[in-house]
């Protein structure tokens, strides 16, 4: 947990409860379960044009879509994750086989599983998707179980420019969905596996360890001081406090062991650090995904928001379970939070038109959704309903032709 999330989540979990007890009393038996919602209209335009602007942007880069299925056999769909996605993942038996089957919480071993096992490419592969994801427990502050995920993933190649490249896609995402104020943070789990495998005591206890650091936990990683060796008792504590720009890297020179591992991945960390034209920081205490991820990881915030917008990383090797051990790397995001960090979406104008058999009219109103127009046809006996659109011009019969005219505004309401 970065402490950007570290001091929000207090503030926003209060405002949280209110609203949801305020809803439970308002909707009664309509209410969903927790942490589900509907996506109503306005939303759901939004969500839907940010998944077209991203999928482009993604095939100009040279991604292939690949749309995987929503539920798999559950020996499939957890492997490679090291054990991090079972809690999440809604289980089910399959009436057929009678075998286990899991709904997907994360679409990535998914698409690593396509790489390995169907295309089998031996070069480089791009592949980017999108799809509901559905978890047992809500990932963050106020998010949601079924997010929307959309992503990214290069395979085959095991250098830096990889990362890179997966790194300015995943800003380039949040810039043109038209987010302001975003900035990344990076770490580097080959810190943390370096002083494990310095120390058998601590790697006897990794899981604690990995714990203790993801909630920034300092007095609960002292306790553990006496049963480690001593540098590698310092330097976990000191973890939590290298956190900041990109000076952190050379902090952690000072306060770190002189391993090989450490000083390779500080330096990783500088060049990517140096390759990135936006705000950096450094989080050596994420090891979030542990189990899963293998060397750098990355993360997007915004200011308006107290979780990860993004989340990514390298993930070498996991393909192994599928057959074919391949370097990989990328990152994924939720569209529905993306959506929620815009301003409401402004309600697109519409041509009203009248309901009626005459073919002339029909052929109007082909002509205009042909353009790119949108024609809302008034049903008999009901005046159009404006709520995503509003109807500023009008399709009317002048001179034996059906004409498209400017409606005049509304006039303001009268103060009651």
């Known amino acids: 947990m970065g402490l950007h999330e570290v001091h929000t989540r207090s503030r926003f979990f209060f405002v949280r409860c209110f609203y949801e007890l305020r809803t439970r009393k308002r909707m009664g038996k309509w209410l969903l379960p927790e942490s589900l919602a509907d996506i109503l209209p306005a939303e759901a335009r939004r969500i839907e044009e940010l998944r077209r602007l991203l999928l482009d942007l993604y095939r100009t880069y040279g991604y292939e879509l690949v749309m995987p299925p929503l539920v798999e056999y559950l020996d499939s769909l957890l492997s490679g994750s090291g054990g991090d996605l079972d809690l999440h993942t809604f289980k089910l038996v399959d009436q057929l086989s009678g075998r286990s089957l899991g709904i997907r919480a994360d679409m990535t071993p998914q698409v690593m599983r396509i790489d390995a096992h169907l295309l089998n490419r031996a070069g480089v592969t791009r592949l980017c998707y999108y799809g509901s994801v559905l978890h047992t427990r809500p990932r963050g502050l106020w998010a949601t ?4 995920q959309i992503g990214a993933e290069i395979y085959g190649h095991a250098g830096p420019e990889a990362d890179v490249e997966v790194m300015r896609l995943a800003l380039e995402s949040v810039a043109r969905a038209g ?39 300092t007095p609960g990683l002292a306790a553990l001081a006496p049963a480690l060796r001593a540098d590698t008792a310092a330097a976990l504590q000191a973890l939590p406090g290298l ?10 020179r000072g306060l770190l062991p002189a391993l090989p591992q450490i000083a390779a991945a500080l330096d990783t960390l500088a060049s990517l650090a140096r390759a990135l034209d936006v705000e950096v920081g450094i989080d050596l205490a994420d090891v979030r995904s542990f189990h899963y991820h293998t060397g750098i990881v990355f993360a997007i915030y915004c200011d308006a928001w ?14 192994r379970d599928f057959g074919r051990a391949r370097p990989a790397t990328g990152f994924s995001l939720d569209l529905r939070e993306l959506a929620g960090l815009l301003p409401p979406a402004v309600a697109s104008s519409a041509v009203r038109a009248p309901w009626g058999t005459d073919p002339e009219l029909a052929k109007a109103v082909d002509a205009l959704r042909a353009a ?14 404006e709520q995503e659109y509003v109807c500023d011009r009008e399709l009317v019969l002048r001179d034996g032709a059906w004409q498209v005219v400017l409606l005049a505004p509304a006039a303001p309401s009268s103060p009651h």
Do not use: T
């Open 306 to 319: 107290p979780n990860a917008v993004v989340r990514g990383g390298r993930y070498d090797d996991v393909g």
């Open 145 to 148: 179980r079924e997010p929307l």
């Open 372 to 385: 790119g127009q949108i024609v809302v046809q008034s049903l008999p006996g009901h005046e159009p309903d």
């Open 243 to 252: 956190y900041g720009d990109a000076d952190v890297i050379e902090r952690a």
């Open 179 to 217: 987010v302001a104020d975003y900035r990344i943070d990076l770490s580097h789990l080959g810190v943390v596996r370096a002083l494990l495998e310095a120390d058998p005591a601590a790697a006897a206890r990794a899981d604690e360890i990995f714990g203790l650091l993801r909630d920034k936990d």
